[in-house]
């Protein structure tokens, strides 16, 4: 069978785009050139903050994740972020997905990472003791996302360690301190979960202008590699750690040229994200002219396809498309990942979720 997808990229990058484009009252924001690193030094440190004397309060992960995302604008906002704990009280969801670094590479929150700091990368949108501290209260387990190797602040300030554009070279093992120090910091704060997103190599134009490594199984080694390293960091924090990944990957019998295989990144974390948005897929995938027409269908392919792959013991918890699409749509989709026992987050950049998108029960 022949892959076939839009000319968009099939990631959270790609949905928030469309997410965005979907919803006029959204908005957001280079370049840089290149010279690829390939040192295999390992990773250096970054200064953060000493951690609090006592751990943070931990909510145990759910058996099967139900989840919503809170975008920065729903983070920086707190009436919009209080009525998502309504809805969330109102319904079966039981976790929320905030966002620590985003695509442009802002840190959302007055980060102590000295490196951030540095780079100008550091944004005050939101307090993350204070929307914590009120999911705690209502029982949600807590995510936070962190872009990983495409970093518009980063590659300005670090051009020699850069790929094409935007994107960290992720075969330079000095550049993974960084991350890793968020996502540990991002712990420390309290998050139960700390998700890695564009954990990879670029795809498209950047691709075929930087010194991707040519070998799948160089590119797919070196991601692995970089979770692993992140886990056992985070593992002694307290924190699960999870990668959003793309969900053509679910179905490929390679890599995508992009490092992100199901059987060779699922055994160094504790969940898998594929990021299953029907409108990504392009005419003729599995049999349909539209596969956007088919939410419920193209999901259940994306999971039995992942299924024997998945390593034993980690959760399969996709992101599942929330934008352009009504509740029936909406609701298909969660029914195909609940009949397999997977979990779901929620994709949708405005935060405008309404509660008959939702199972009660």
């Not at 959204?26 to 951690?51: E, G, L, N, V, Y």
């Not at 935007?166 to 991002?186: F, G, H, K, Q």
């Not at 053509?248 to 019998?253: E, K, L, Q, R, V």
Request: proline residues 7%; contains cysteine; negative net charge.
């Amino acid at each position: 069978m022949t892959l076939m997808l839009l000319g968009v990229v099939v990631g959270c990058g790609g949905a928030l785009e469309a997410d965005r484009a979907a919803d006029p009252s959204t908005s957001s924001t280079s370049t840089s050139t290149t010279a690829p690193s390939t040192t295999t030094d390992p990773p250096t440190t970054t200064t953060i903050a000493p951690p609090t004397a006592t751990a943070p309060e931990r909510i145990p992960p759910p058996e099967v994740v139900r989840g919503l995302r809170v975008s920065e604008i729903v983070a920086g906002d707190r009436e919009r972020f209080d009525a998502l704990l309504e809805l969330a009280d109102a319904s079966v969801v039981n976790t929320l997905v905030f966002d620590t670094k985003t695509e442009a590479g802002h840190v959302l929150y007055e980060s102590d990472v000295a490196l951030a700091n540095e780079i100008g990368a550091v944004r005050d949108v939101y307090d993350p003791t204070e929307l914590l501290a009120a999911a705690r209260e209502h029982d949600l387990y807590t995510i936070t996302r962190i872009v990983t190797f495409e970093d518009d602040r980063w590659s300005n300030a670090r051009p020699a360690t850069s790929l094409e554009g935007t994107w960290m070279n992720a075969a330079d093992r000095t550049n993974w301190s960084y991350p890793i120090d968020l996502a540990v910091e991002s712990c420390s704060l309290g998050f139960d979960e700390i998700q890695f997103d564009y954990v990879r190599f670029p795809d498209g134009q950047a691709a075929r202008r930087s010194d991707v490594p040519a070998a799948m199984d160089e590119r797919t080694a070196v991601i692995a590699e970089f979770l692993e390293t992140a886990r056992a960091s985070l593992a002694e924090e307290g924190c699960r750690t999870s990668a959003a990944v793309f969900g053509i990957i679910t179905a490929s019998a390679t890599d995508e040229g992009i490092g992100q295989t199901v059987e060779a990144l699922s055994g160094n974390v504790d969940a898998l994200s594929p990021m299953l948005y029907p409108s990504h897929y392009g005419p003729g995938w599995i049999g349909f002219d539209d596969p956007n027409e088919h939410p419920g269908p193209v999901i259940a392919h994306a999971l039995d396809s992942a299924a024997p792959d998945l390593a034993v013991g980690t959760r399969m918890q996709p992101w599942i498309q929330a934008f352009y699409y009504n509740g029936e749509q909406i609701r298909a989709q969660i029914t195909e990942a609940e009949q397999r026992e997977a979990g779901w987050m929620l994709w949708n950049y405005s935060g405008n979720y309404r509660s008959d998108w939702l199972p009660t029960s």
